[in-house]
């Protein structure tokens, strides 16, 4: 007898655990692998500021005891200015977080395999049919789901993802305590998530303190290692140097402790999707990849991929007799396009635009934050193209051309 699934899933972060507790709760049989060992589960998976809003606390059912902090705000900071747009969220104990999604996919009868490293499809007559794991080890299931972020390594054998080195974000985070979240010099960051635009600190990209109570928070930056990081960047420094010196320039961090075991990194693309789907395939999560280029959301954006992967699934196993053809899969990427990631080349060309525009603009960029009304800045951030040309000045004119120029060169 064949080891057999109706869904495997190879990866239990946010976007596989999510899909494993959908299809279960539907009650089909579904297998999840990953390589960390339980007893230390997440480990290098651990890799998440955490960031998010009710939006993903409400539609997901996330308790409140993997929240480390409620915060009222999003401010954004430039080198000598702050915005600040009022709006609850909740930054939460990534660790916690991914336990919960296991302990309550295994309630619903999801079965889980830890210490288990995917390394392949197995192909049969041109379709996937299974995954081989751990060296030789096999199981078979008419779904097979590729949820392993930036790993990918069965979208990547299948084709189905094509994730670019020259698009990969890094990022690095410590947490902190003995931080001055409300410091004279800058704008109160009590209960908020702070994300800061600035090359000197971080070149190309951004950093950030979420404000995890008391005097604590998580610190950390990104960027991409593109043309817009090389412009910007100095010699020689790596991405845990631009944190050092960004610890040591800001008052905010005098006589801060980093609390231990508390580091946290990892990478994301930040690019078009490729094919989300084939016969009896998806990919979901940081494989497609799924992150909102602009402000790193990948655990929402994740999770709305894993629902469209178990819609899709529950609808080609449900009929007596199961159809898992590529057309039927395709239901994932019509799904991802209008509900999951809607306008995300826009989403991806407003991203590629700030982070080119050198510090100046990023003050200016405040100011005019202020001046437009919410509906302006909720349509710009929904990559509404009318939106995002208000937002832009004549100023902005040789950003667009070198834009146009370094497109125009890919
Ligand atoms: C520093 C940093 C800060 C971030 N901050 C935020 C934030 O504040 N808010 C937000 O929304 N998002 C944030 N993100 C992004 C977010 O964490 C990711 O988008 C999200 O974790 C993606 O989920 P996923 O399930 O697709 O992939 P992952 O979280 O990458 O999960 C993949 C899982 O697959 C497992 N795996 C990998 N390879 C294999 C294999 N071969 N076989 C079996 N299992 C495997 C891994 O161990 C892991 O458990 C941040 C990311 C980083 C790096």
Same mark, same amino acid.
């Given at each position: 007898?064949?080891?057999?699934?109706?869904?495997?899933i190879?990866g239990?972060g946010p976007?596989?655990?999510?899909?494993?507790?959908?299809?279960?709760?539907?009650d089909y049989?579904?297998?999840?692998?990953e390589?960390?060992?339980?007893d230390?589960?997440p480990r290098?998976?651990?890799?998440?500021?955490?960031?998010t809003?009710?939006s993903m606390?409400?539609s997901f059912?996330i308790?409140d005891?993997?929240v480390?902090?409620y915060?009222?705000?999003?401010?954004l900071?430039?080198?000598?200015?702050h915005y600040?747009?009022?709006?609850?969220?909740?930054?939460?104990?990534?660790?916690?977080f991914?336990?919960?999604?296991?302990?309550?996919g #295994?309630?619903?009868g999801?079965?889980? #395999?830890?210490?288990?490293?995917?390394s392949?499809?197995i192909v049969?007559?041109?379709?996937v049919?299974?995954?081989?794991?751990d060296?030789?080890?096999?199981?078979y299931?008419d779904?097979v789901?590729?949820?392993?972020?930036?790993?990918?390594?069965?979208?990547?054998?299948l084709?189905v993802?094509?994730?670019?080195?020259?698009?990969?974000?890094?990022?690095?985070?410590?947490e902190?305590e003995?931080?001055?979240?409300?410091?004279?010099?800058?704008?109160?960051l009590?209960?908020?998530?702070?994300?800061r635009?600035?090359?000197?600190?971080?070149?190309?990209?951004y950093?950030?303190i979420?404000?995890?109570?008391?005097?604590?928070?998580?610190v950390?930056?990104c960027?991409?290692?593109?043309?817009?990081?090389r412009?910007?960047?100095k010699?020689?420094?790596?991405?845990?140097?631009?944190?050092?010196?960004?610890?040591?320039q800001?008052?905010?961090f005098?006589?801060?402790?980093?609390?231990?075991?508390?580091q946290?990194?990892?990478?994301a693309?930040?690019?078009p999707?490729?094919?989300?789907?084939t016969?009896?395939f998806?990919?979901?999560?940081?494989t497609?990849?799924?992150?909102?280029p602009?402000?790193?959301?990948?655990?929402?954006?994740?999770m709305?991929?894993?629902?469209?992967?178990a819609?899709t699934?529950?609808?080609?196993?449900?009929p007596?007799s199961?159809d898992?053809?590529?057309?039927?899969m395709?239901?994932?990427?019509?799904l991802?396009?209008?509900?999951v990631?809607?306008?995300? #080349?826009a989403?991806?060309?407003?991203?590629?635009?700030?982070?080119l525009?050198?510090?100046e603009?990023y003050d200016?960029?405040?100011?005019?934050?202020?001046?437009?009304?919410?509906d302006?800045?909720?349509?710009?951030n929904?990559?509404?193209k009318?939106?995002?040309?208000r937002?832009?000045h004549?100023?902005?004119?040789?950003?667009l051309?070198?834009?146009a120029?370094q #497109?125009l060169?890919?």
């Amino acid at each position: 007898m064949r080891d057999r699934f109706d869904v495997v899933i190879a990866g239990a972060g946010p976007a596989g655990a999510q899909c494993a507790r959908d299809v279960a709760e539907r009650d089909y049989d579904v297998l999840v692998l990953e390589t960390e060992p339980e007893d230390e589960f997440p480990r290098q998976s651990n890799k998440s500021t955490a960031g998010t809003f009710p939006s993903m606390m409400a539609s997901f059912g996330i308790p409140d005891d993997v929240v480390m902090n409620y915060t009222d705000s999003v401010v954004l900071e430039s080198p000598n200015d702050h915005y600040v747009r009022e709006q609850t969220g909740a930054v939460l104990e990534f660790a916690d977080f991914k336990r919960f999604l296991v302990r309550d996919g #295994r309630e619903r009868g999801a079965t889980y #395999r830890f210490g288990s490293r995917v390394s392949a499809p197995i192909v049969d007559e041109g379709e996937v049919v299974g995954v081989r794991y751990d060296g030789d080890e096999e199981v078979y299931a008419d779904v097979v789901i590729d949820a392993t972020g930036p790993a990918a390594p069965l979208a990547k054998k299948l084709g189905v993802s094509d994730l670019q080195r020259d698009h990969q974000a890094i990022g690095v985070e410590y947490e902190f305590e003995g931080i001055d979240v409300d410091h004279d010099d800058y704008g109160d960051l009590t209960d908020a998530m702070m994300l800061r635009l600035d090359h000197d600190l971080a070149p190309g990209g951004y950093s950030w303190i979420f404000h995890t109570g008391g005097d604590t928070a998580k610190v950390g930056l990104c960027y991409i290692q593109n043309d817009s990081h090389r412009e910007y960047a100095k010699d020689g420094m790596g991405i845990d140097d631009y944190l050092e010196y960004w610890l040591d320039q800001d008052p905010r961090f005098d006589g801060a402790e980093r609390l231990e075991g508390k580091q946290h990194r990892g990478s994301a693309h930040i690019q078009p999707p490729g094919d989300l789907s084939t016969d009896n395939f998806i990919a979901i999560g940081d494989t497609v990849p799924t992150i909102d280029p602009l402000w790193g959301e990948g655990i929402h954006k994740g999770m709305k991929s894993a629902r469209a992967a178990a819609i899709t699934v529950d609808a080609a196993l449900t009929p007596d007799s199961r159809d898992t053809s590529a057309e039927k899969m395709s239901v994932y990427d019509e799904l991802w396009h209008t509900e999951v990631a809607p306008r995300s #080349r826009a989403r991806l060309t407003l991203t590629e635009l700030l982070y080119l525009v050198p510090n100046e603009r990023y003050d200016q960029l405040m100011a005019d934050l202020r001046a437009a009304d919410d509906d302006v800045l909720q349509r710009a951030n929904a990559g509404d193209k009318l939106a995002m040309a208000r937002l832009l000045h004549l100023d902005d004119v040789p950003t667009l051309v070198k834009y146009a120029r370094q #497109r125009l060169s890919n």
